[in-house]
């Protein structure tokens, strides 16, 4: 059941700047992922995001978001499905490379082609590959809502991060505690 909460008339304008808003954004560590689609023709599309996340369980699905500026916008759009690929530390240079551009964002990556026909990354921490199920229209971003027909990961994969503008590799403080950790419901 969805349930509306009050909103006041209208939203406040913002009390910052956007350069204040993306420094405040960068304060939230994130995973780093490469989303790969085929594009027009069956042209191995792929870029870097860290905007990943999950939505629902059940049924299985995630999103991810692109700004309306970026030139792949159009054949993600367009794609039926993606992989989600969340990227091992040992994969900085892949997020470098795919976040560059005017290059072959392929040259010299191991992949292979996941249920759908899209390029799976070799060595990934976890891959998602989704139908694309929805996509929304918000500010200056289009969000995707993929729904997950087959998922993997690499069990003890060192992830990498993205925080305030550097990539980072974690540091484990330890498990969670007994009183938090609980088995998922059934």
Known sequence: MNSRLPHPPASQPPVFTPREFRDALGMFATGVTIITARGEGGALIGMT????????LEPPLVLWSLGHKTSSLPAFSRATHYAIN???????????QFATRGIDRFAGVAYRLGLSGVPVLDGAAAVFECFNRSQYV????TIFVGQVE?????????PLLYHGGV???EH???SLSATVARPMEK
Do not use: I, K, W
């Open 138 to 141: 918000e500010g200056d971003h």
């Open 167 to 169: 990539f980072y590799t």
């Open 49 to 56: 995001a860290n905007s990943f996340n999950s939505v629902s």
């Open 172 to 174: 484990p403080l330890g």
């Open 86 to 96: 969340v990227l091992t530390v040992e994969q900085r240079a892949l997020a470098e």
């Open 150 to 158: 087959r998922c993997s990961h690499r069990e003890g994969a060192s």
